[in-house]
């Protein structure tokens, strides 16, 4: 493979890392400031109302995010290594990638249902929250498809 293709890949690699390290300390920050009542533009969560839902999407939140940035470093760790050792698809990120789609779903249910923690909206589930793991879902399959044919040609003399 070309050096510059591979100088691109590792670019966006470490592009990855940054966005995962920002969007961490963006849930933290959201999470103190926000859901703690630190932040002096909101009001304060009112936890007597529907105490249980709040609670759920708060952990698909938190946890989805948690999970999103988790595996989003481990695959570029992995891609990383993969390109150390000539290998562009490293097989250990197929996994990873399926786990993804799931650990988004999570998140954006999380994410779109934030308004219940004040009582604005009780539960919805907009189509939204179905797209972007849908996609992930179908790129996890070509990752599939690429990483066992990048195997395939380097069993092959």
């Not at 909101?42 to 698909?60: C, G, H, R």
Request: charged share 15%.
């Amino acid at each position: 493979m070309k050096d510059k293709t591979l100088e691109n890949i590792r670019l966006c690699c470490y592009l990855a890392m940054a966005f995962c390290v920002v969007w961490a300390g963006v849930t933290v920050r959201y999470l103190i400031a926000d859901v703690l009542g630190y932040n002096t533009w909101s009001y304060p969560i009112d936890w007597s109302e529907n105490t249980a839902l709040k609670v759920i999407m708060l952990a698909f939140y938190v946890l989805g995010a948690i999970a999103m940035i988790g595996l989003c470093v481990k695959a570029v760790l992995n891609t990383l290594k993969g390109l150390r050792e000539n290998t562009v698809f490293p097989k250990s990120n197929v996994k990873l990638m399926f786990w993804i789609a799931l650990a988004d779903f999570i998140y954006l249910l999380g994410f779109n249902n934030l308004s219940v923690l004040w009582n604005d909206i009780l539960f919805q589930l907009p189509h939204t929250v179905f797209v972007t793991p849908f996609f992930l879902l179908f790129f996890a399959f070509m990752y599939k498809v690429a990483a066992d044919a990048v195997e395939e040609n380097n069993l092959t003399i």
